[in-house]
C-alpha cells in the first residue's frame, strides 16, 4: 500500500519508508493499463458460476449420501469423493490438462468452472456430509409428513440450516479460485480471457521500472476478495466444526 502511493523515483530508492508525497493517480492509471474492468469480470464470472457449482452439486451429492438407506453403495461414492482430497494436485494435473485440451476446452471460461468445480467438490461434499449427519432425522420425517419431496426437503428445509456450512466452502473456495494463478496460465492463453491473477503477472512484466503501479495493480485486486471475506469470514470457523467434527 505504501509503495502504490509513491512516485517512481521514490519507489524504487526507498520502498520500506512512508510516502512523502501520496499519488493516487497511480491507481488511475494502474487500473487503465490492466484494463481492470475486463479481468475483474472474468475472475467475477469465474469464480462465482464455480461457487455456484461446487455449493449445488456438493449439497446435493451430500445429502443422498448422508441420508440415503443405500448405506453401502453411497459410503463408497462418499470414499470416492475423499479420494479427491487425497490426491496431490500436481499428480493429477499434466493428465487434467491433457483432459480439457482434447476436450477443447483451453481458452474457456466454462472449462475453468468445470476443472474447478471438479478440483474443489470433495472437500465441500466432505463438509456437507459431516454437517448432514449431525442433523437430527426427525427433521427429514416432519418435512415428509408435511408433503415435501425430496428436492422440497432440500431447498426449504435443509438448504437453510447448512448456512455455516456453505458460508465456509464460500469463503475458502473464493479465496482459493480467486488467487489461483498456475491453471489459468497454463489454460488461458488470451489475453481477453486473463484473470487478475494473470493480468497481475504480465502487468508487472510490462512494467518492469514502474513499482508503484505494480503495487496499486496489487491492491486493486485484494480489495475485492477482502472484502468478501470480511463478510463472510465469522462463520468459517462454526462451519468447518460442525462439518468436520460431526461426522
Known amino acids: 500500500l505504501m509503495v502504490s502511493v509513491k512516485s517512481t523515483k521514490e519507489a524504487l530508492v526507498s520502498p520500506n519508508s512512508f510516502p512523502t508525497e501520496i499519488h493516487w493517480e497511480n491507481f488511475v492509471l494502474a487500473w487503465q493499463k ?15 458460476l464455480s461457487l455456484v457449482g461446487i455449493i449445488l452439486l456438493s449439497g446435493l451429492a451430500a445429502y443422498i449420501i448422508a441420508w440415503s438407506k443405500h448405506t453401502k453403495f453411497y459410503n463408497f461414492i462418499y470414499l470416492f469423493f475423499l479420494c479427491g482430497i487425497m490426491i496431490p494436485f500436481y ?16 481458452n474457456s471460461r466454462i472449462g475453468m468452472v468445470l476443472y474447478y468445480c471438479g478440483r474443489n467438490m470433495p472437500m465441500a461434499v466432505f463438509l456437507y456430509t459431516g454437517f448432514i449427519r449431525g442433523i437430527k432425522g426427525e427433521i427429514l420425517e416432519a418435512g415428509r409428513m408435511d408433503g415435501a419431496n425430496l428436492l422440497q426437503l432440500y431447498w426449504r428445509v435443509l438448504f437453510p440450516i447448512m448456512k455455516p ?27 481477453s480471457l486473463r484473470t487478475v491473477t494473470l493480468a497481475q503477472f504480465f502487468f508487472r512484466t510490462e512494467n518492469s521500472n514502474k513499482w508503484e503501479l505494480a503495487f496499486a495493480a496489487y491492491v486493486l485486486t485484494i480489495i475485492p476478495i477482502m472484502i468478501f471475506y470480511f463478510v463472510f469470514q465469522k462463520n468459517i470457523v462454526k462451519g468447518v466444526s460442525a462439518g468436520a467434527v460431526k461426522g
Open 34 to 48: 490492466m484494463d481492470f474492468v475486463a479481468v475483474f469480470f472474468n475472475s467475477v464470472v469465474i469464480t462465482g
Open 91 to 106: 499428480t493429477s494435473l499434466v493428465p487434467m490438462v491433457k483432459q480439457m485440451t482434447s476436450l477443447g476446452l483451453t
Open 165 to 191: 456450512t456453505t458460508s465456509t466452502i464460500l469463503v475458502l473456495d473464493a479465496l482459493s479460485l480467486w488467487n489461483d494463478f498456475l491453471f489459468p496460465r497454463i489454460m488461458l492463453s488470451k489475453k
